[in-house]
């Protein structure tokens, strides 16, 4: 099997090229031209707001399977930056859909990553939410989300392209920006152990319910939908159990070496935030046999690891991440 992975300097890509390559996979691997592929496989410069390069890959590499991860990912920036979102998320995902279409290779197997934000304000009840659970963005990055799965099955129909459309619920792990929560905490802590912040750590709304997965078990997802998941289908990817905030903070500071206050600070709070997402995840395990196996305890466990490495070898100030 030969796979092409667009966007793959980002959080998930290293791990899915490490996910591939280990079963076997030939993988390529795209990044913009000021990124870098961090795992060791044939890297290509792409940016998906450039259509002909797109067609131009396709018809290079050939791919059997196309993993189309290149994203504004982020909830925060998408309310800061709507047009960017906008642009990337759904004209980028069109590109990529008609470089597809028209690639000389015509039996390509793309599968589009989506998120469980896409469901957004859900009715009450409704969880855990099926896949045929209408959908209601919250927020900028959801509806641009909504938007990449509609049109992959538009495709998918109107030009019988073989297409899966995920929806990844929240993953984490080691590596992961700290915009995201588990990363946010972790690198907090492990700040506060090397004595270079204040005993504080610093937390938004601890009452939200999230599913959490580690991103080793999402990426396996991943490769276990492109061997076997069905054409024109959507599926989400989850643990199928949403814990709190709360759950992830106490677990996080249980790993803490020494005594953390926590301060609410209310610029952590965001626009908009649905109080609970939970996937129904009996469709992948059907179609594929996939659950999550890591414990959200050892993917915490593993992050504040992860956070203590990396400032030790960057001496008193880690910077920006990512
Ligand atoms: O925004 P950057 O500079 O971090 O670059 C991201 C890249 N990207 C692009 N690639 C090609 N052409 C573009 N016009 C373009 N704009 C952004 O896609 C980044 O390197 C990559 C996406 O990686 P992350 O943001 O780290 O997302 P992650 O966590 O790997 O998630 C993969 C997929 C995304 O579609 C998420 O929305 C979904 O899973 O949950």
């Known amino acids: 099997m030969k796979a092409l992975i667009i966007g793959a300097a980002g959080f998930v890509g290293g791990y899915l090229i ?8 030939e993988v390529h691997a795209t990044c913009l031209p000021n990124e870098k592929i961090s795992e060791d496989c044939p890297a290509h410069t792409l940016d998906i707001m450039q259509k002909a390069d797109i067609s131009a890959l396709l018809d290079e590499v050939t791919p059997d399977i196309v993993y189309h991860l290149a994203a504004q990912s982020s909830v925060s920036v998408s309310w800061k930056k709507p047009q960017l979102t906008a642009e990337i998320n759904v004209v ?12 000389k290779k015509q039996d390509i197997r793309t599968v589009l990553i989506g998120s469980g934000e896409e469901y957004g304000y859900i009715r009450q009840g409704a969880c855990p939410l099926s896949e045929s659970e209408p959908l209601n963005p919250g927020n900028i990055y959801a509806a641009t989300k909504a938007c990449q799965g509609m049109l992959g099955e538009i495709y998918a129909r109107a030009y019988k392209m073989d ?17 995201f929560v588990i990363s946010d905490f972790c690198r ?7 004595g270079i912040k204040e005993p504080v750590i610093s937390v938004g709304n601890l009452s939200a319910k999230r599913d959490f997965t580690d991103v080793r078990d999402v990426v396996r997802a991943y490769r276990l939908l492109g061997e076997k998941g069905k054409s024109g289908t959507v599926y989400n990817v989850g643990r199928g159990r949403a814990v709190t905030i709360q759950f992830i903070l106490d677990t996080a500071l249980s790993f803490a070496k020494c005594d953390i206050e926590v301060k609410q600070d209310p610029s952590r709070m965001r626009a908009s935030d649905i109080p609970l997402i939970e996937p129904d995840v009996s469709r992948i395990l059907a179609d594929t046999g996939w659950s ?7 993917t915490v466990e593993d992050t504040l690891n ?9 001496g008193t100030s880690l910077g920006k991440e990512h």
């Open 18 to 25: 490490r996910e591939l390559s280990a079963a076997g996979w």
């Open 92 to 103: 980028g995902t069109i590109n990529v859909l008609e470089a597809l279409r028209e690639a």
């Open 163 to 179: 297409i899966i459309m995920v929806r990844a619920f929240n993953h984490s792990g080691p590596k992961q920006s700290n915009i």
């Open 188 to 194: 907090q802590i492990a700040e506060i152990e090397k």
């Open 292 to 298: 999550a196996e890591i414990t959200m305890e050892q």
């Open 306 to 314: 992860y956070w203590r490495k990396k400032l030790m070898s960057c």
